[in-house]
T-cell receptor, first 112, second 114 residues
Framework: GDSVTQMEGPVTLSEEAFLTINCTYT??????LFWYVQYPGEGLQLLLK?????DKGSNKGFEATYRKETTSFHLEKGSVQVSDSAVYFC???????????FGQGTELSVKP | NAGVTQTPKFQVLKTGQSMTLQCAQD?????MSWYRQDPGMGLRLIHY???????DQGEVPNGYNVSRSTTEDFPLRLLSAAPSQTSVYFC?????????????FGQGTRLTVV
């Protein structure tokens, strides 16, 4: 079945460091791919998305490219800030009823 | 700009009690879903709905019931709570089509079953 695998955390970085969180997926058909972010005590917010192969989603300095050949959607940011500390979820959507399939989440902690 | 509203935010139940988690959205979305979030397991789909009167099971439906009598509301019922249902529950809604793939989430309900 469809699934998402993302790198385990927690990930601890110093401010201004480069961030990569790996995400790979298996899916039948042509899913849309997402990164969601969850700040402490809050719900999930969409960070970025890509709906077809080679699309690049970007927002708030974060980027991810939909790579069909490697079935990947890795999240990157060139210079993280303390305010980026959160849990990041990679997800895919199959078109049956808007269902989302999530990875297990990666906790990011950025130290000053 | 309410978006997706969940109530209550916190709840403690005794084993065997029943309760309903409420979810309402004001975006006229066709799709609504319930997820539970457990440490190290991401979010897992409990039930979902593609429109009023239509519901289906997700990955972990046992112990939960849903109904969808209106487009706006999608309540989740626990008929006889068990400690294994201690979790954080999220409701989400989204529209149809490639241009409406984003799902909007509520703030969550933290449920503890003792």
């Amino acid at each position: 079945g469809d699934s998402v695998t993302q790198m385990e955390g927690p990930v601890t970085l110093s401010e201004e460091a480069f961030l990569t969180i790996n995400c790979t997926y298996t899916a039948t058909g042509y899913p849309s791919l997402f990164w969601y972010v969850q700040y402490p005590g809050e719900g999930l917010q969409l960070l970025l998305k890509a709906t077809k192969a080679d699309d690049k989603g970007s927002n708030k300095g974060f980027e991810a490219t939909y790579r069909k050949e490697t079935t990947s959607f890795h999240l990157e940011k060139g210079s993280v800030q303390v305010s980026d500390s959160a849990v990041y979820f990679c997800a895919l959507r199959v078109n049956q009823g808007g269902k989302l399939i999530f990875g297990q989440g990666t906790e990011l902690s950025v130290k000053p | 700009n309410a978006g997706v509203t969940q109530t209550p935010k916190f709840q403690v139940l005794k084993t065997g009690q029943s309760m309903t988690l409420q979810c309402a959205q004001d975006m006229n979305h066709e799709y609504m879903s319930w997820y539970r979030q457990d440490p190290g397991m991401g979010l897992r789909l409990i039930h979902y709905s593609v429109g009023a009167g239509i519901t289906d099971q997700g990955e972990v439906p046992n112990g939960y019931n849903v109904s969808r009598s209106t487009t706006e509301d999608f309540p989740l019922r626990l008929l006889s709570a068990a400690p294994s249902q201690t979790s954080v529950y999220f409701c989400a809604s989204s529209g149809q089509g490639l241009g409406n793939t984003e799902a909007f989430f509520g703030q969550g309900t933290r449920l503890t079953v003792v």
